[in-house]
């Protein structure tokens, strides 16, 4: 009953039909197992299926059939073997470094990391004898001369969250396969659409799926990508005895979004296009970030790991704090927010929300000011967003 995935497929067709499981009743949408376990025919049957001589799920902690579907529908995308839903997109990230590390083993990580990725890092992984080197992730050089005897595993986000700076995924893998340590990107900035770690020579890949997955404003929600040898060693036990795992309901709604994945995050990034190009006009702006533009600082690198820009766009306004808050308050159809990748328009100023807990120094590193925010494009008519930068930039002074 059930499409059996084609490798040949692309992705907007695998997005549809990949991984789906039928149930006796052929029901068009995928079925929703609301289950916290399964049952067996006989004792000898429950045996056999904890001893792994019987195909079949166990409990709802360890797998289930609708998150089973989304985990497929993932890996057929990212071209991964293995994949395990996790509640929010921090239990993956926090889930596929610590299930690798022990005490005594060291992490290169770019220091460009989301908030909480950083605390992770800096702050977690230190309690439990896990030691962190933070670097410019930019530059390849950095990434070696932070090499230990002892590091086990390099980890970045690229594009980076929020001033969109660009890490040669390549170049860290070809230096971390040097040494034996693995490499874990967070694609969230990049969606699986644009960016292919695992093509580029990393081991792990994580999304929080709460973002272009959903992408509805509906789920929080994470996935762990990998080979079938690294989840089995490293993840799989991890995964069933911490208990990260996804509601089925919450991948019911995923599998609905991963549909219509390719349409939005299309739309998305031709809005997120319009309005870097026309902030890059304007004198209010100081500068513009964006991995589409071409005077993107890294475009070299784009180019050579991206098949798209991005969904977001980095600004920085002249005026500081108070004219990055007198636009965020006059915008009429873009919504002030914390998340990205919805199908809604958001803006964020990153210093006094999602970068808050960083030192005013860090922040200056990572060249997050006073001025800087944030924009997710939706799938909004451009022209009504267009109008709405246009009225709202009109209000602050130069
Ligand atoms: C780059 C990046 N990684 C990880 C996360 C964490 O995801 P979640 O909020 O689903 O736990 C976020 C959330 O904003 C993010 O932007």
Not at 359 to 364: L, N, Q, S, V, Y
Request: hydrophobic fraction near 40%; charge should be negative.
């Amino acid at each position: 009953m059930s499409k059996t995935p084609n490798k040949n497929w692309r992705p907007a067709t695998t997005l549809v039909h990949g991984g789906t499981l039928r149930s006796q009743y052929g029901e068009m949408s995928e079925a929703i197992y609301l289950t916290q376990g399964f049952t067996y025919d006989s004792s000898e049957a429950a045996e056999a299926r904890f001893k792994g001589e019987e195909e079949g799920y166990i409990y709802a902690r360890y797998g289930s059939p609708t998150n089973d579907m989304f985990e497929k529908r993932m890996c057929a995308l990212e071209g991964a073997e293995e994949a395990r839903a996790t509640a929010s997109g921090m239990a993956a990230i926090t889930a596929a470094l610590l299930c690798q590390l022990k005490a005594g083993d060291h992490i290169v990580a770019a220091r460009a990391l989301f908030g909480s990725c950083r605390w992770v890092v800096e702050t977690l992984a230190p309690r439990y004898g896990i030691e962190c080197t933070l670097v410019d992730g930019r530059y390849l050089e950095n990434w070696e001369k932070a090499i230990q005897p002892n590091t086990k595993v390099f980890f970045l986000e690229s594009p980076t969250n929020p001033t969109l700076e660009v890490i040669d995924i390549a170049g860290v893998a070809a230096l971390a396969n040097q040494v034996g340590a693995r490499v874990v990107v967070d694609n969230v900035f990049a969606t699986p659409l644009f960016q292919k770690p695992l093509e580029l020579g990393a081991h792990v890949v994580v999304y929080s799926a709460t973002k272009h997955i959903d992408g509805q404003g509906r789920s929080l929600a994470g996935v762990i990508l990998s080979d079938k040898e690294w989840v089995t060693e490293h993840l799989q036990d991890y995964y069933r005895h911490t208990g990260p795992a996804m509601s089925p309901f919450t991948a019911w709604t995923l599998i609905k979004g991963l549909e219509t994945l390719p349409i939005r995050v299309k739309q998305q990034t031709e809005n997120a296009g319009r309005i870097a190009d026309f902030l890059a006009d304007s004198d209010k702006v100081a500068k513009v970030i964006y991995p589409g533009r071409k005077d993107h600082p890294q475009a070299d690198i784009i180019a050579k790991q991206m098949t798209g820009g991005s969904t977001l766009v980095a600004f920085e306004l002249k005026g500081g704090k108070e004219a990055a808050f007198k636009l965020q308050n006059a915008m009429e159809v873009v919504t002030i927010s914390n998340n990205l990748g919805d199908t809604r328009s958001i803006i964020t100023h990153p210093a006094t929300t999602t970068h808050k807990n960083l030192t005013d120094e860090a922040r200056a590193e990572l060249g997050i000011s006073a001025g800087t925010v944030r924009f997710s494009a939706g799938i909004e008519d451009p022209e009504d967003l267009l109008e709405d930068f246009a009225q709202a930039l009109a209000k602050i002074s130069a």
